[in-house]
C-alpha cells in the first residue's frame, strides 16, 4: 500500500514525499478547554495540548497569539497555533485508572509527553507532489471535529477519518478502525484525527465550531472532490496523529475478565467512536501560506524551524488546573467526575 511506503520511507529513511509534517512537544497536559468551553476552569475533561506557549482557559478570538507567545513546542518555530485532543486512560479490573503515556512518532524521539505530529496537507498523504493550490487559515480561525456524545458507529458516521491504529511497530498505519482496537496492540494505539477540508470563506468559527467547515460535496479530499457552494474555499487538511503507549497495559490478565478492551477516554467514553479534536490557529503572518505555496516536504518545507531542545525547552507551561489526573497513580474517577460507561454488548 503506498500509504505505507510513503510512510515507512518518510519516517524512517529521510523524507520523500510532499506535505508538511512536524512534531510537537508536550506543552501541557489538564483540564482546560478553551475553544469548547472558553473560561472555565476546569473544563469538562482532561486535554493533551502543544503548540504556542499562551495557550490558557480563555483565548479571545481577537486575541493575537503569534503576538502573545514567546515560543511554540513545535518544530515549525512560527507556529503558535495549539492543537489538543482528550487523553486515554487505562482502566483496571478493580476500576480504578491511569492516565496511559505517550510516545512520539518514529524520527522524533525525545520530544517531551511525546506530543503530537501535525500534518496539513494539500493532497493526500501519499500525493507525493502535493501540488494543489489551498488556502491557509486566517487569524483567530478555530475549529473542531468529532461528537463527545456519539458511542456507536452510527452516530460517528458523518465524520470521516477519525481512526485508530492497532500498532504491531513504529511503521503501523494500516487496518485503521473507528472504535478501539479489541485486542493488544504491542507498540501502542494511534489517534488520527483528520479536519474537514472545505471552509465558508466567511467565519471563523460557529457555534458547534464545525459548521462552518465541510467535507468535498461529492467525493473526498483524497479524490479531490469539489467543495459545495456554502463552503467554497479549499484548505489543507489538518491531520493528528497521538500515539499511546499501551506497552504497561498489554498484559491480557489485567484486562476486563469480560473480554472487553481496557481503554477509555479522559470523558468515559470506552467505545472510541467519540475521538474529537480542537484547533486553534495561530500561524506568524504568511508562514503557514508561504510554506503552502510551495510543493515541498517536511523538513525542507522552508519556514523557520527549531530542534528538539528548543521545543522541549517550551513544554511545560506552568498549570492552572492543581489535581492528580492519574499519571503514575490510580484514580476511582476520571478527572471531572466522570465515570465510564458500561460498554455496550
Ligand atoms: C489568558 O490570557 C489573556 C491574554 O494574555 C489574559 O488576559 C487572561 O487573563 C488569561 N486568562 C487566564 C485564565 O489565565
Ligand atoms: C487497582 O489495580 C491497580 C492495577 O492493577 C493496582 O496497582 C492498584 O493497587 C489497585 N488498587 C486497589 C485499591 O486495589
Redesign the pocket.
Known amino acids: 500500500m503506498m500509504y505505507w511506503t510513503t510512510i515507512t520511507l518518510f519516517g524512517l529513511a529521510g523524507p520523500v514525499a510532499a506535505l508538511i509534517r512536524f512534531q510537537c512537544s508536550q506543552l501541557v497536559v489538564e483540564r482546560l478547554d478553551p475553544l469548547v468551553t472558553p473560561g472555565q476552569v476546569p473544563s469538562p475533561h482532561v486535554h493533551q495540548i502543544v503548540g504556542g506557549n499562551s495557550f490558557n482557559a480563555t483565548m479571545n478570538p481577537d486575541k493575537d497569539m503569534p503576538g502573545e507567545s514567546t515560543c511554540t513546542t513545535c518544530q515549525f518555530s512560527e507556529d503558535f497555533s495549539n492543537y489538543w485532543t482528550a487523553v486515554l486512560y487505562f482502566k ?3 476500576g ?1 485508572y491511569q492516565r496511559v503515556p505517550q510516545r512520539s512518532n518514529a524520527g522524533f524521539e525525545g520530544t517531551t509527553g511525546g506530543g503530537m505530529t501535525v500534518y496539513y496537507m494539500q493532497d493526500p498523504l501519499y500525493d507525493t507532489a502535493q501540488k494543489s493550490k489551498v488556502s491557509a487559515f486566517k487569524p483567530g480561525f478555530r475549529m473542531f471535529v468529532g461528537d463527545v456524545n456519539a458511542r456507536t458507529k452510527q452516530e460517528a458516521a458523518r465524520f470521516r477519518q477519525l481512526t485508530y491504529t492497532c500498532m504491531e511497530n513504529a511503521g503501523s498505519r494500516e487496518h485503521e478502525t473507528v472504535s478501539f482496537p479489541t485486542h493488544v496492540c504491542p507498540y501502542g494505539i494511534m489517534t488520527s484525527v483528520r479536519f474537514p477540508t472545505c471552509w465558508d470563506g466567511k467565519n471563523l468559527d460557529s457555534p458547534d465550531h464545525m459548521a462552518h467547515m465541510s467535507y468535498p460535496e461529492s467525493g473526498t479530499f483524497e479524490s479531490a472532490g469539489p467543495c459545495p457552494a456554502t463552503h467554497p474555499v479549499r484548505t489543507s487538511q489538518v491531520m493528528y496523529e497521538v500515539i499511546w503507549d499501551t506497552s504497561k497495559y498489554n498484559i491480557k490478565e ?1 484486562w476486563p475478565e469480560d473480554g472487553t478492551q481496557p481503554f477509555v477516554w479522559s470523558f468515559g467514553d470506552e467505545t472510541g467512536y467519540a475521538n474529537h479534536g480542537d484547533y486553534v490557529f495561530g500561524w506568524k503572518n504568511d508562514a503557514l501560506q508561504n510554506i503552502l505555496d510551495t510543493s515541498c516536504y517536511a523538513q525542507s518545507c522552508g519556514g523557520k524551524q527549531q530542534n528538539i531542545a528548543a521545543m522541549n525547552k517550551c513544554a511545560g507551561i506552568p498549570k492552572t488546573v492543581i489535581e492528580d489526573i492519574g499519571e503514575g497513580t ?1 484514580l476511582v474517577e476520571l478527572p471531572g467526575d466522570h465515570r465510564s460507561e458500561e460498554s455496550r454488548h
Open positions: 483496571s479490573r478493580n480504578t489485567d490510580w
